[in-house]
């Protein structure tokens, strides 16, 4: 961490959603990394980065991370008594006056955060982007166009497949609203296609790359060559728990770890992945990360019998990783003729 700059921010702890402090080190922007503070949200700018190439304005970019927050569920991992959601992260990229916001959060007041944290960095935003249809990172999109109604929102039409899926409702009957009641807007926006892979920021493209399935169906991460910059969307983890669960087949498990090698094959100098633990550094280290999670996850899936036991090993080897809760559920996936009464 580089310390020219240290300021003083509030967060939710991970685990206990206790307030508790951290350190939020220089950022390049224009504005202080206090300005863009937020109760609900921290803007992690430890790991920003700013190049500039000789002829071209330099793109900047940020992370908004949301902080932990409770669910309600009784679908718990052993021993644990809460299942809170992880940390989830969106980037800003920006240029001299306008910027793109990649992925936007689930609730109400998350969103709200964010939004004002876009309004603090004082720039105009042209667009958000989702890299996959997952509704923990796109719920909020709605209330962030209500602050920017100028602004598109766009992403793949394979991600929009999904965003349909998830933004049903009965997929809000079911999953969403009952694990946050009253917390998610009552409208919520779908993106419109994205017409070719670029998106155009001030001259400089940010690229539409399709990554197929990884954690779901239909995934993609914003490439943005000119600063080697990646947003991974859930394509790559940083030091929290994957979500195996829609993958409970090594076929799709086999297509992630292709995505993660496209994705290195870009040569990155940052990646930001869809969910960190708070202070982990956007390095392009999560790829092989997450690769060797999946790798330990199918050799303990073949050398286990119950949920349990691959749980409870594969919890030893990932010890201080986030969301243990999406572990039991993966684990549970590939287990299910030996999931009866293991809950406990
Ligand atoms: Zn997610």
Redesign the pocket.
């Known amino acids: 961490m580089r310390g020219e700059e240290a300021i003083m921010t509030s967060r939710r702890d991970f685990l206990s959603n206790a307030l508790s402090v951290a350190v939020v080190t220089a950022s390049p922007w224009p504005i202080g990394a206090g300005q863009a503070r937020s109760m609900n949200g921290q803007s992690d700018s430890s790991s920003s980065k700013s190049e500039r190439t000789s002829n071209e304005i330099s793109l900047k970019w940020d992370v908004f991370l949301a902080p932990s927050i409770a669910v309600i569920t009784s679908d718990l991992p052993p021993g644990q008594k809460q299942r809170p959601w992880p940390p ?1 992260s969106s980037t800003l990229i920006s240029g001299e006056r306008d910027a793109v916001l990649v992925d936007a959060p689930i609730t109400l007041e998350q969103a709200r955060s964010l939004a004002n944290w876009i309004a603090t960095s004082g720039k105009n935003l042209t667009m958000i982007y989702a890299t996959h249809g ?1 509704g ?2 796109f719920f909020g999109a709605t209330t962030v166009l209500e602050r920017f109604p100028s602004a598109r929102f766009v992403a793949r039409p394979e991600a929009i497949k999904i965003m349909r899926q998830q933004a049903s409702p009965e997929s809000l009957a079911t999953y969403w609203n009952p694990r946050f009641p009253g917390q998610i807007s009552s409208q919520l926006a779908i993106a419109e296609e994205l017409t070719g892979n670029v998106i155009k920021l001030e001259g400089q493209d940010l690229v539409s790359v399709p990554l197929g399935f990884t954690d779901t169906a239909g995934t993609t991460c914003l490439h943005v060559p000119s600063i080697g910059l990646i947003v991974a969307g ?1 394509a790559a983890y940083n030091g929290v728990h994957l ?1 195996l669960s829609e993958s409970p087949d090594q076929q799709r498990r086999l297509e992630w770890i292709a995505a993660l090698d496209k994705m290195e094959s870009l040569k990155p100098r940052a990646v930001i992945a ?2 960190k633990r708070v202070g982990k550094v956007d390095s392009p280290k999560i790829l092989g990360e997450t690769r060797r999670y999946i790798l330990d996850f199918e050799r303990l899936a073949m050398q286990t019998t119950t949920a349990r036991e691959l749980y409870d090993q594969m919890l030893q080897l990932y010890l201080d990783w986030g969301n243990p809760g999406a572990l039991w559920t993966s684990a549970r996936a590939v287990k299910p003729r030996f999931d009866q009464g293991e809950q406990t």
């Open positions: 989830i997952h923990d990172h859930d979500h869809g969910h």
